[in-house]
């Protein structure tokens, strides 16, 4: 029943909207430009060996083990043991199925909190594992009025009371997004502490998706897992398709103790067996080579140039946004944007109310397609981001030039 009442996801829903009026597309966050040389060919040599064509052991590969080991033994400053600490799966997406599969008992009325804007694929997860989500919304705290004026992701807070407040008897996990799709925030080491300190006091396991800790633009990204008392209780996810642009290889991964990796990795097991062998094998080559090549970095000021691209044009076209910090996701505010009384909308637009209606309208009007974030609300905070539309700018220069000279239409 989750799944028929659900009908479209919005992913495609929006895709095949922007589609059918050839609009510029920034909704859906995949990258509109190829992957670097280097991970392609990593992968077409990886493909062409012999033993990369069957089943990797359900753990991952040991070359790609090794590989994430050392990178996340750098990132969290401890040494993660790539036997008992990690497991790799078929993207992020399938690392935090199989973490609420592996922690969340059905018929239980098990709780898990999940921060609002809230990633589309948690709620259902975690009721596919047998969970209740208990939301706990963001609140923009400034001075400024964001439907006139630019402000920062940092300005989006979460308030540590009414976190304590949503933690019940019941209360298992606390799921956090930093750096945060969409809003582009990248939790600070202050907000982390707080957030660390109701897990510890409820004894909550933290399920930390972190698959944009490569993607920060003049801000340090800290793992929770780094914090005292938190290793131990924290399960940090990562992304091969983020870290190097290839969104549809599904390749990702979860570290952290021993004690929860087990589990989880059964879950793995009995969810999708095992994740592909050839491009487990391309990305650890990838892995080992970005190191040498300095790729993250460069990486990073890429998307920092996209970033402000985006900036410059919604400034230019004068609809205030979020500034992101992190991640390639950027929230514009369309407040000001005035929809037609008699505006005509098909019914699946229609059924999904106002902010679904705002993003058709940017389509069809301004051949710009964006996410409606209304999508990563509970029913009950959806009013929070009504005016809003989310733009990805994980494309080309092409795109985001074309995006720009439309949202003109907006002067
Ligand atoms: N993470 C990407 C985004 O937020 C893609 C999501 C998806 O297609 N499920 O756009």
Redesign the pocket.
Known sequence: PLYAAAGL?V?TMMNQAAASVGAVNL????MSFPPKDFITRAAQEALAENSHNQYAPPRGRPGLLEQVGARFSRLLGRDIDPGSELSVHAGA?EALLSAFTAFLEHGKGEEVILIEPA???YTPNVIMAGGRPVYVPLRVRTTKDPAREVVSSSDWKLDPAELEAAVSSKTRILVLNTPH??VGKVFTREELEEIGAVAQRHNLLVIADE?YEHLTYGIEHVSIATLPGMWERTITVGSAGKLFGV?GWRVGWAVGPASLIAPTLSAHTRIVFTTNTPLQEGIASALCLAHDNDFFNVQRSEYERRRNRLMAALDDAGLPYVVPDGAY?LLANAASIKIPKDYEFPSYIEARGYNFKLAYFFIKEFGVSG?PPTEFYSDAHKALAVDYIRF?FCKTDEVLEEAARRLQKLK
């Not at 909704?27 to 995949?30: A, E, I, L």
């Open positions: 996801d992913w909704g859906q966050g995949y997406n990633f589309d694929q799709n969409p698959v969104t996701y996410i990805a």
